[in-house]
């Protein structure tokens, strides 16, 4: 299984960004997809999350600004980022689990990252 994130750049303060992230190989079903960001000398944290259903959660700091949304039909997931701050910027991390089969257990997955800048 391999997770390709792509979308990143170089942006202005309140500009937008839409990343994604396209999920391929051996895959039966994708269960939770999320976004994750690590920003130089800090932890990797939680941007986004959103269930097979559709249910979201986000991170305080990006609340009304930043969506999540799956296409299941393509084994994608976006991450539309709007009114973007200097403190957004961060590599950023997109992350699945996956089933290769009706029996298996989901493993979890990580593509490669996408540098999101985000100039004052």
């Known amino acids: 299984v391999q997770l390709q994130a792509s979308g990143g750049g170089l942006v202005q303060s309140g500009g937008s960004l839409r990343l994604s992230c396209a999920v391929s190989g051996n895959i039966f079903s994708i269960n939770d997809m999320g976004w994750y960001r690590q920003a130089p000398g800090k932890q990797r944290e939680l941007v986004a999350h959103?269930?097979?259903?559709?249910?979201?959660n986000y991170a305080d700091s990006v609340k009304g600004r930043f969506t999540i949304s799956r296409d299941n039909a393509k084994n994608t997931v976006y991450l539309q980022m709007n009114s973007l701050k200097p403190e957004d910027t961060a590599l950023y991390y997109c992350n699945a689990d996956v089933l290769s089969s009706w029996y298996a257990t989901p493993r979890n997955n990580w593509g490669q990252g996408t540098q999101v800048t985000v100039s004052s």
């Open positions: 959103i269930t097979r259903g559709g249910r979201t």
